[in-house]
């Protein structure tokens, strides 16, 4: 009988050690980006005055509105080289994460919607290490005929990149989370 409580004893302290684990030997959760502010430049090919479409967002998920701008209308027929610089303000210093997502193109994909027929489409100019897109170069040409509506900007983390119409910028089979999205104003005349 005492070598049986011995040997159970010794059973129980054998799982108690197995089952602890080191917490250092965990995968580091890449947590999500923190963006308070986003500016698309957009340059008309061939000159003239860029469009800059700025959403800043100070109090983070606070209960302000985020404040969106738009410095001018699009031109009817008009190409424009797109760039995008996101931020996060609430950080000292402020942070870029911008450069962030660039370090991490293959888990984020920017996509483009537009209402009204303002823009007739759009097109990546940058890819992550796998020859996907990420977005954060692109370029929008408006439509033929004045119009009014709105552009849509969405970053997702972890889409499928490979989904049907994905690469193209079609948002419908992303899935993925999130990050961002900022609806701004635009006027084509």
Do not use: W
């Not at 800043?56 to 001018?72: E, F």
């Not at 027929?77 to 991490?104: C, D, F, M, Q, R």
């Amino acid at each position: 009988m005492k070598t049986f409580k011995i040997l159970s004893m010794a059973v129980t302290v054998a799982i108690l050690f197995v089952s602890c684990s080191n917490d250092n030997d965990s995968q580091p959760v890449n947590e999500e980006e923190v963006i308070t502010t986003v500016t698309a430049t957009l340059t008309p090919v061939g000159g003239g005055t860029a469009v800059v479409l700025q959403s800043k967002d100070l109090d983070g998920d606070g209960p302000t509105a985020p404040v969106v701008t738009v410095s001018g209308n699009f031109a009817k027929g008009k190409t424009y080289n797109g760039a995008l610089s996101l931020l996060n303000e609430l950080s000292n210093p402020v942070g870029n994460t911008s450069a962030e997502i660039l370090e991490e193109g293959v888990d984020h994909q920017f996509f483009f919607q537009s209402t009204g027929g303002t823009f007739a489409s759009s097109a990546y100019l940058d890819t992550d290490a796998n020859g996907a897109p990420i977005g954060l170069q692109f370029s929008l040409t408006a439509g033929a005929t004045a119009s009014t509506g709105t552009l849509t900007i969405t970053l997702r983390h972890q889409p499928n990149k490979s989904g049907i119409n994905v690469p193209a910028g079609d948002i419908t089979n992303a899935n993925g989370e999130t990050d961002v999205q900022v609806t701004f104003p635009v006027v084509v005349e």
